[in-house]
């Protein structure tokens, strides 16, 4: 069975910083492609970051580039997206994906996490 578990999320106040991890189990992690994605109230969930199977390559929104870094642990089956400069419209549930393509692309994910709630203060 697999699972795909969200931690981190929390109130940040605007410019401040968060860690979102994913521990993903069931998969032979180190051959998916990790992703994540959010979901702000009344708005379609929108890609934000992925990473490739190494960690070698990486994907970003254009509206997080520059401040957001997605990175891998594959000893620990687990994937971080470290934000910063955080900005009041990034309030959103982060979603974990996992996929089995070789490029960190924007669509095609397999497993979903549940998700966790990131709020910035203005």
């Known amino acids: 069975q697999v699972q795909v578990v969200e931690s981190g999320g929390g109130l940040v106040q605007a410019g401040g910083s968060l860690r979102l991890s994913c521990a993903a189990s069931?998969?032979?992690?180190?051959?998916?492609?990790m992703g994540w994605y959010r979901q702000a109230p009344g708005k379609q969930r929108e890609f934000v970051a992925a990473?490739?199977?190494?960690?070698?390559?990486?994907n970003y929104a254009d509206s997080v580039k520059g401040r957001f870094t997605i990175s891998r642990d594959n000893a620990k089956n687990t994937v971080f997206l470290q934000m910063s400069s955080l900005k009041p419209e990034d309030t959103a549930v982060y979603y974990c994906?996992?996929?089995?393509?070789?490029?960190?692309?924007?669509?095609?994910?397999?497993?979903w996490g549940q998700g966790t709630q990131v709020t910035v203060s203005s």
């Open positions: 994906t996992a996929g089995s393509m070789l490029y960190p692309g924007r669509t095609g994910y397999d497993y």
């Open positions: 990473i490739s199977r190494s960690g070698s390559i990486t």
């Open positions: 069931g998969i032979i992690f180190s051959t998916n492609t």
